[in-house]
């Protein structure tokens, strides 16, 4: 006996598989981060990056996990380019570094945390702009930048960022809006 669905279903079916596949959550999904707690801590006083953020941050880019590596070669919980974890080793004068360790949590997120605080610095507090740099890299947005002088950080990326970028920066803001509701004891 065949049964046979109406397309609509199929298609329901189909954008709950893709949206599974690619990791879309509501910001009431946002994952426990919580045993890192003491490294975003420790790294947002040392960076005075706000710590809601950092963990958005995270639970975009790996979602807690300290072993994700992606495509590109990105490693650990803040996703690092080995590259650019050697320069902010260099920076902070991290003489024991070495690429093999970027999957220890404490090092990656002190890392990360440096990485973005340069990037805020870089783009005035921009957080739309320091989050696309840490994403697609600050050339590109200065780019896109000068390319929409007129409108906001966020509408700039909107309108001139990647589709990933794009992503990236509403899936970091919507975790740090769940982790700062959190933070404050609401449900």
């Given at each position: 006996?065949?049964?046979?669905?109406?397309?609509?279903?199929?298609?329901?079916?189909?954008?709950?598989?893709?949206?599974?596949?690619?990791?879309?959550?509501?910001?009431?999904?946002?994952?426990?981060?919580?045993?890192?707690?003491?490294?975003?801590?420790?790294?947002?006083?040392?960076?005075?990056?706000?710590?809601?953020l950092?963990?958005?941050?995270?639970?975009?880019?790996?979602?807690?996990?300290?072993?994700?590596?992606?495509?590109?070669?990105?490693v650990?919980?803040?996703?690092?380019?080995?590259?650019?974890?050697?320069?902010?080793?260099?920076?902070?004068?991290?003489?024991?570094?070495?690429?093999?360790?970027?999957?220890?949590?404490?090092?990656n997120?002190?890392?990360?945390?440096?990485?973005?605080?340069?990037?805020?610095?870089?783009f005035?507090?921009?957080?739309?702009?320091?989050?696309?740099?840490?994403?697609?890299?600050?050339?590109?947005?200065?780019?896109?930048?000068?390319?929409?002088?007129?409108?906001?950080?966020?509408?700039?990326?909107?309108?001139?960022?990647?589709?990933?970028?794009?992503?990236?920066?509403?899936?970091?803001?919507?975790?740090?809006?769940?982790?700062?509701?959190?933070?404050r004891?609401?449900?």
């Open positions: 006996m065949t049964i046979r669905l109406p397309a609509a279903i199929l298609l329901l079916v189909a954008v709950i598989a893709a949206g599974a596949w690619l990791g879309w959550r509501r910001a009431s999904d946002a994952p426990d981060l919580s045993r890192w707690d003491a490294e975003v801590g420790a790294a947002a006083r040392e960076f005075g990056l706000d710590a809601d950092l963990r958005g941050l995270m639970a975009a880019e790996s979602g807690g996990d300290p072993e994700a590596v992606s495509h590109a070669g990105a650990g919980l803040l996703q690092l380019m080995p590259a650019t974890a050697e320069a902010e080793a260099q920076r902070l004068r991290i003489g024991d570094y070495a690429e093999a360790r970027l999957t220890e949590g404490a090092l997120v002190r890392l990360g945390a440096s990485y973005l605080a340069r990037m805020l610095k870089r005035d507090g921009e957080v739309p702009f320091a989050l696309a740099a840490y994403n697609a890299g600050p050339s590109r947005v200065l780019r896109w930048r000068e390319a929409a002088p007129d409108v906001s950080a966020r509408e700039v990326i909107e309108r001139e960022g990647f589709e990933e970028t794009r992503r990236h920066l509403a899936r970091t803001l919507r975790f740090r809006a769940a982790y700062a509701k959190r933070s004891g609401s449900p």
